[in-house]
């Protein structure tokens, strides 16, 4: 045990990061963050796109937090305008959640985990073919 805070001294982080259930509305990711220790952690939330199309200088701005004693907190990022055009395109958009996490003491550790933000309504990807103007053309 540690002789300041009489916690253990453990490598696991025992913090996870994940989106949090339902679509993303209006370029709104919800993250939820868990924290499975006996006391409070903060840090630093920040995501990035693993999309091979996605723009390369939309940035999404990171989130401060602070989750209680095995409590569960959510955190709003917002995205930016090319990737909320990106995902209202395609319907999903795949991203690296990344949450560097300090301890009462300071010790500072990161977590990371992969999500796919979905849009409950993606744009259709083009006109319909009319069935009836291809027949007459053959």
């Known amino acids: ?26 370029g709104a990711v919800q ?32 989130r401060a937090f602070t989750v209680g004693a095995g409590a569960t907190a959510t955190a709003t990022l917002r995205l930016p305008g090319p990737l909320r055009k990106l995902l209202e395109a395609r319907g999903t958009l795949k991203l690296k959640l990344a949450a560097t996490v300090a301890d009462p003491l300071g010790t500072r550790r990161d977590v990371a985990a992969t999500a796919v933000a979905k849009v409950n309504h993606a744009k259709p990807h083009g006109p319909r073919p009319n069935k009836h103007r291809a027949r007459r053309a053959a």
């Open 1 to 26: 045990t540690n002789p300041v805070s009489g916690l253990p001294i453990n490598d696991a982080t025992a913090v996870t990061v994940a989106l949090a259930r339902g679509p993303v509305r209006r």
């Open 31 to 62: 993250v939820t963050i868990e924290n499975f220790n006996p006391f409070v952690v903060g840090g630093e939330l920040t995501a990035s796109p693993t999309a091979k199309g996605s723009p390369r200088g939309a940035k999404i701005a990171p």
